[in-house]
Nanobody, 118 residues
Framework: QVHFVESGGGSVQAGGSLRLSCKAS????????FGWYRQAPGKDREMVAA???????YYIESVKGRFTISRDTADDTMYLQMNNLKPEDTAVYYC????????????WGQGTQVTVSA
C-alpha cells in the first residue's frame, strides 16, 4: 500500500495562488495514476484533476486553465499548482493514487484546507 500526505493549503485572496503537495511513501513504484480531489462544506467530494502514465491530464471544467497537475517521480511527490483562485475553490483537498487497472492504492488522508476569500 501507498501512504500519501497532503500539504500546502492555506488562506489566500481571490486571484492568488497555492501549490499543493502530496508526498507518497511505501510502494510508490505501483502508482500508475493519481488524482486530486476536493470536498467543500456540505458537498460531495469531487475529482479536480488526474494524471495517468501515458495519458493527457484531466481537469474538471471549472479549473481548466488555472490548475496544473504534475508529479516528481524522483521525489515521489505529486503537485497541484492552483492559480487565479476563486472563492468557489474553497475546500479540503485530497490526493489519491491508483495502480494499473485503476485499483485504489490508499485510503483518504486528512487533506489540506484551501480557503479563498473574495
Amino acid at each position: 500500500q501507498v501512504h500519501f500526505v497532503e500539504s500546502g493549503g492555506g488562506s489566500v485572496q481571490a486571484g492568488g495562488s497555492l501549490r499543493l503537495s502530496c508526498k507518497a511513501s511505501g510502494a510508490t513504484v505501483s502508482i500508475n495514476a493519481f488524482g486530486w480531489y476536493r470536498q467543500a462544506p456540505g458537498k460531495d467530494r469531487e475529482m479536480v484533476a488526474a494524471s495517468s502514465t501515458g495519458s493527457n491530464p484531466y481537469y474538471i471544467e471549472s479549473v481548466k486553465g488555472r490548475f496544473t497537475i504534475s508529479r516528481d517521480t524522483a521525489d515521489d511527490t505529486m503537485y497541484l499548482q492552483m492559480n487565479n483562485l476563486k472563492p468557489e475553490d474553497t475546500a479540503v483537498y485530497y490526493c489519491k493514487g491508483y495502480g494499473v487497472g485503476g485499483s485504489s492504492l490508499n485510503d483518504w488522508g486528512q487533506g489540506t484546507q484551501v480557503t479563498v476569500s473574495a
